[in-house]
């Protein structure tokens, strides 16, 4: 049984209207991405206020504790973007592409992109690489579905770029970088993540293209910043990479609070009689999550 009542507590609160891809576009300001697997972390980061919300295949090193991006499922992203979803106010949702859901053709790439939005309630999805993506880019543009892009460090791509090293490095590559950025660009992409390449790179891209770029480890020149939630609120034990800042350390203070439920458990600090139920009345809805529980003896 959950432990919290679900829903909105008290007054429900006006609806507010979520950001569209055209406002995302226009966007003068700095813009925010952050990811999310859950309804949890997607209404954290809603009320917060960021733009957008990344259902990132990064659930499968995250979530999953696998080695890398590839064995996640278009399924499994479904189930993760239909959690998101019910947690979202205002932002963005975009639905990653998993290894494998846009390389075979344009049918089941269409296919897969309308799972994201029908079945799993995004409003977006992106996909990683440059131009020989165009024709998948293209199909799913068709399907009246936005598409976000991805260049750079594309970890779907650990096995072809020998691991995940930072991209753009020498003179081929950040041309390779640019002419992919604008070549996306024209095919349609509406906002373009940049990963793991150097910041004038970055910043000289994010000069050349109309639409936003949304920089992870590229520096600050970008249009807009994604990060990792896990990684910005330190939910994470082993090494971050250099780019990542925790804004947080919910490793330790949530170590902290199972240390010390532990101890209350053990000592017979907890349950207290005011969180355990009075014997032989009915118990309401209200009263179990927090009503008047002004009690005088547990139940055991
Ligand atoms: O899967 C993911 O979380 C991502 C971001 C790191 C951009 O692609």
Redesign the pocket.
Known sequence: MSTTAPGPQGPKKPSVRKKTVPQIVASRDKLT?L?AYDYWTAQLVDRAGTDMI?V????GMVVQGKED?LEVTVDEMVYHCRAVSRGREQALIIG?MPYLSYHVSREETVRNAGRLIREGRADAV?L?GGRKRIPMIEAILDAEIPVMG?IGLT?QSVNALGGFKVQGKDFKSRQRALDDALALQDAGVFAL?L?CVPYDLAEEITGKLDIPT?G?GAGANCSGQ?L?THDLLGMSFGKTPKFVRRFADLSATGGDAVGAFIEAVHSGDFPNLKESFKPGKNTSNIQLYGGDLSLTSSVS
């Open positions: 991405m990811t990344l990132g295949d990064s659930l991006t990653d992106k990683e991805h970890p993540v990963e949304i992870i994604v990792v």
